[in-house]
């Protein structure tokens, strides 16, 4: 089986990155500009082709957010979902949304864990995110390796596996 490189992200005007490279897991939390709508979305767009690039990405997952505190929220991780989904179909890597409450409760056991209960996590696991956004990307990977490992472990336990 060949090496995946994984990106996971938790999208907003400050998202949090996880990527799991060689073994590797290498994370972070980014400010976009705020000075124009399209502008965060161009500067994410960038950040994104360059990391697909860089890491030489063949998975992505995003904390699919179903709910919003309000209409601009929506407006806005819709549009950093929907640059997400366009810059993946142009490079032909799998991306798909995770809900919030499967990344949790895949962390901690709890899918209604506080913002503190995921960091306090992600440092029991010997990370330091920089933030909640950081944690939350972090939490995803972790979440979603688990998910592979099972995956893989599951098609090797069939006959012929």
């Known amino acids: ?8 992200l938790d999208l907003g005007s400050r998202f949090g990155y996880a990527i799991l490279e060689a073994g590797n897991v290498i994370s972070g939390s980014k400010r976009l500009p705020n000075k124009t709508f399209g502008q965060r979305f161009s500067e994410f767009r960038k950040w994104l082709i ?24 929506a407006h806005v991780f819709g549009g950093f979902m929907y640059t997400l989904a366009a810059v993946c ?8 949304g995770v809900p919030v409450g ?3 409760k895949g962390m901690t056991g709890n899918g209604r864990a506080s913002k503190q209960d995921i960091i306090d996590a992600t440092h029991s696991c010997g ?21 592979l490992q099972f995956r893989v472990n599951s098609f ?3 006959p012929g596996g």
Do not use: W
């Not at 179909?89 to 798909?96: A, K, V």
């Open 1 to 8: 089986m060949h090496s995946m490189n994984i990106l996971a």
């Open 50 to 73: 360059k990391t697909i690039t860089q890491y030489q990405i063949s998975e992505v997952y995003f904390e699919r957010v179903r709910r919003h505190i309000g209409t601009e929220a």
């Open 127 to 147: 990370f330091k995110p920089f933030d909640d956004n950081e944690a939350d990307a972090i939490t995803l990977l972790l979440t979603e390796i688990q998910t």
């Open 156 to 158: 090797n336990s069939l």
């Open 102 to 104: 499967t990344i949790k």
């Open 89 to 96: 179909t142009e490079f032909s890597i799998r991306c798909d």
